[in-house]
């Protein structure tokens, strides 16, 4: 109505007024006045506007405006005062005034019930005055074009509507109390709100329309946003009683409800509060009141409601994503980091990681199950290794299945949000690097030469590579990746010369991945060993092929295949077993058949690659050898031979064939056997007890027959062997890929700090030849940064290095520094 003025064209009388005559303003005044009461009083039907407007013309035209301007305010003072404000008394009823006044002896009805009655009075006497003065305004538009802006005076319209507000609003609600209209009116829509909280259902359309009326009037003279009465008298209260609300109500929740059923009310009540602030209160007031309810019942209860017993712990071992997802919603709404999710988490992962460790540190070193007073030393070891191998591929499995359900949780509950990521990364990395646990390299490698080998049951090779892959994201978290290349390098070495992988195309997938994952010089050596194999077959088939060109047609010949290996590319140290030491110095003596076979290649590999010298690893091998034994009466009463073709390690066919040498009868004890076959004594025993002791493999007969092989011990062959098949494997004891003893471990360990060494050096000579001059403390940073890819050098290690190349004077100290310094000297 008030725009519509605006554009108005205000045109003078046609007819009547001429500029030289005088008026009485008293008796116009009267005229105008006794209009403005009908219309007050909603009688205005029968008025001409047209001449009201005349005679409001012409007394500004007389320079009257001002008499004009006074009289119309002092007529509204006086409606407002002695009219309407009456009118709003008597809606003032006890029980309202003792709601107002917080006195007990109503009901929630009974307020709120009087509350509505009063809010709909105040509300039409605002719309009366509203269209009244509006009306008003039409009557006096000349004025307020002309007069009010010639004097900078507010226009009518604008003036009635400050007195109401002072006349009605601030006027106090009974003589003698100092509660004025508006101060009763904020309490009673905060009351009317609260009955909503709680449950009720109120007039939300009755509190819209008095909200209407609060955001049309004005604290000041300047009609801004924040001098609105809206603003300047109820959202401050509104937003303190909310805050009040909300605080004892998070107390409330936290000791009586669990953490699940706590965010979803604190969910419900910013979805309430938004919806409120649409269709009750003004939309403007929608952050400031998300904001109370999310300090109130989330920034400052977070950490309670995490720490809960029904909090973040409880739903991650309960795989509660509805809730974990909830929390995270919450959380970020008060801290875009989460940061108390984020610590729950990660304390959480650590927990769950150590739980694993500690399971897989005591089935590793639990005592092997007692079988008999008879076992001793020997067997005992080989089962608590077996045990720990066990506990090796289990802890590997557990840690992944821990992954997969933090997996789960980061993409169903936390929207796969990147900080968590990298704080659930961090995590693993803790545990599976922690200085109480420090196996993770080698049970990682174990694990990935597991389900590498042949003849795994209940896997095909797609889930098989799925739990590869699972593998590879492990070895991510490794910290000491140089350490798990050593073992991985020794695992491979044992799967690719006794031809258990599973194939050479997975074998170089796995690489590959490793690749990508590594870089290229975590796998140059294992490609290496790929290749060495196939120049091995290469060679075999030359050699067979120079063997029949020699025109040999002995069908008793032996045939052979061979493995070339560098020395340098291939762990070949971890294949010695447990006489590694004495297999440097000890060479093995072959049968004559044997070892003529043997110089034959070699002059032939010579002729191929002259100056390479060739060493026999008799441990790595394995032989196929065709045993007969004396004939037997069949069921048929005929008598038959007895064949096998036996799969026999290298040692266990030095074995067999000296018993070739000597009658039937005739036994050989321990300490001939190894005189004249030289093999290692830890090996030979091995070997006996597969072919004396094992059950299924009993080609010889021990005397004494006990499990353990002691160098008294006797042999001799045993000629009522019978087996089920004809192809028989005689497994050599403990030939397969253990978890390292602790004496291994500690030589290992001994070997990777060398190698390390070394690493730290040209990490070291590399810095200085490019920074040329370098203080003590810069130069540690670079170069545990550039070794951490491959792993973390302790600090004492770097200043040895330091120190060894100052020696051999790479670098020199400078003097006179003010902080420790290095040169490096070309």
Aim: proline share 3%; glycine share 6%.
């Amino acid at each position: 109505m008030i725009a519509g003025r605006g554009r108005s064209k205000i045109r003078p009388p046609r007819r009547g007024i001429h500029g030289g005559e005088e008026i009485d303003f008293e008796q116009t005044w009267r005229v105008i006045a006794s209009a403005f009461n009908e219309i007050h009083t909603k009688n205005a039907s029968k008025l001409s506007y047209e001449e009201l407007y005349r005679h409001a013309y012409r007394i500004v035209l007389k320079k009257k405006g001002e008499d004009l301007y006074k009289r119309v305010r002092d007529f509204e003072h006086d409606w407002l005062t002695t009219q309407v404000r009456l009118r709003i008394q008597d809606l003032l009823s006890p029980n309202l005034l003792m709601s107002s006044q917080a006195i007990g002896g109503t009901t929630a009805n009974e307020r709120r019930f009087a509350g509505e009655k009063f809010m709909k009075g105040l509300k039409e006497a605002y719309m009366d005055h509203h269209v009244c003065m509006g009306m008003l305004a039409d009557v006096l538009m000349y004025m307020d074009r002309v007069y009010c802006q010639d004097t900078h005076r507010l226009s009518i319209y604008n003036s009635a509507m400050i007195l109401f507000r002072d006349d009605i609003l601030h006027a106090f609600s009974q003589d003698g109390d100092s509660v004025s209209v508006l101060d009763l009116l904020n309490r009673v829509i905060l009351e009317q709100i609260r009955m909503e909280r709680d449950g009720d259902v109120i007039d939300k359309h009755m509190i819209k329309d008095c909200v209407y009326m609060l955001e049309g009037l004005y604290e000041g003279q300047t009609d801004t946003a924040e001098s609105r009465l809206y603003v300047a008298s109820f959202e401050g209260s509104f937003l303190e009683t909310s805050r009040g609300f909300y605080r004892a109500e998070s107390e409330l929740l936290l000791r009586e409800s669990d953490a699940g059923a706590y965010c979803r009310h604190t969910r419900r009540r910013i979805v309430e509060e938004q919806d409120r602030c649409r269709s009750t209160l003004a939309e403007s007031t929608t952050p400031k009141i998300e904001k109370v309810v999310e300090d109130e019942l989330i920034k400052n209860r977070i950490q309670e409601l995490i720490e809960m017993e029904s909090g973040v712990r409880f739903m991650i071992d309960n795989d509660r994503m509805e809730e974990l997802s909830l929390i995270y919603e919450l959380n970020a709404r008060v801290d875009p980091k989460k940061t108390e999710l984020m610590r729950a988490m990660q304390k959480r992962v650590v927990e769950m990681g150590t739980e694993v460790n500690n399971a897989a540190i005591a089935a590793s070193q639990a005592p092997p199950p007692s079988e008999g007073t008879d076992k001793g030393k020997g067997p005992a070891l080989e089962k608590s290794l077996n045990q720990q191998t066990v506990a090796a591929i289990k802890w590997v499995e557990d840690v992944l299945q821990l992954k997969d359900k933090f997996d789960l949780i980061w993409k169903n509950a936390f929207s796969s949000d990147n900080a968590l990521q990298t704080a659930l990364t961090r995590s693993f990395a803790d545990f599976i690097n922690a200085s109480s646990f420090p196996r993770s390299s080698e049970y990682i490698s174990l694990f990935i030469d597991e389900n590498m080998k042949k003849g795994i049951k209940g896997k095909t090779e797609n889930e098989i590579d799925m739990v590869l892959e699972k593998a590879i994201v492990l070895l991510r978290y490794v910290q000491d990746k140089d350490l798990f290349e050593r073992y991985y390098k020794k695992h491979l070495c044992r799967r690719l010369l006794m031809n258990k992988s599973i194939s050479n195309d997975v074998e170089k997938q796995m690489i590959s991945r490793m690749k990508i994952e590594l870089g290229n010089n975590f796998t140059m050596k294992l490609e290496a060993m790929f290749k060495d194999m196939t120049i091995s077959e290469e060679l075999t088939s030359g050699y067979k092929g120079h063997v029949a060109q020699l025109g040999d047609a002995d069908p008793k010949r032996i045939e052979l295949a061979i493995n070339v290996l560098t020395s340098m590319t291939w762990p070949l140290e971890s294949m010695g077993g447990s006489g590694d030491e004495e297999g440097k110095t000890l060479k093995c003596i072959f049968p004559p058949a044997i070892d003529r076979i043997k110089r034959g290649f070699e002059k032939y590999y010579g002729e191929k690659h002259s100056g390479r010298q060739l060493t026999w690893l008799a441990a790595m091998g394995s032989a196929d050898v065709r045993a007969v034994f004396p004939k037997v009466p069949g069921k048929d009463g005929m008598l038959k031979e007895r064949r096998h073709e036996l799969n026999v390690s290298t040692y266990g066919m030095v074995i067999l064939l000296l018993f070739n040498e000597i009658p039937a009868d005739v036994s050989l004890t321990f300490e001939e056997i190894q005189a004249q076959t030289n093999i290692p004594a830890s090996d030979l025993v091995r070997n006996l007890q597969s072919l004396a002791v094992a059950p299924k493999t009993r080609i010889l007969v021990k005397e004494p027959m006990s499990k353990d092989v002691k160098p008294t011990d006797r042999f001799s062959f045993n000629a009522s062997f019978n087996g089920k098949f004809h192809r028989i494997k005689v497994g050599v004891v403990s030939n397969g890929n253990k978890v390292e003893s602790d004496r291994e471990r500690k030589e290992t360990e001994k070997k990777n700090d060398d190698s390390r060494s070394f690493c730290v050096e040209a990490a070291i000579v590399r810095i200085m030849k490019q920074r040329k001059e370098l203080s003590h403390q810069q130069l540690v940073a670079e170069t545990l940064n550039q070794l951490a890819p491959q792993f973390k050098p302790e600090v004492t290690m770097i200043k040895k290095r330091v120190e060894s190349l100052i020696e051999r004077e790479y670098l020199e100290r400078i003097e006179n520094a003010k902080v420790d310094s290095y040169r490096y000297l070309a």
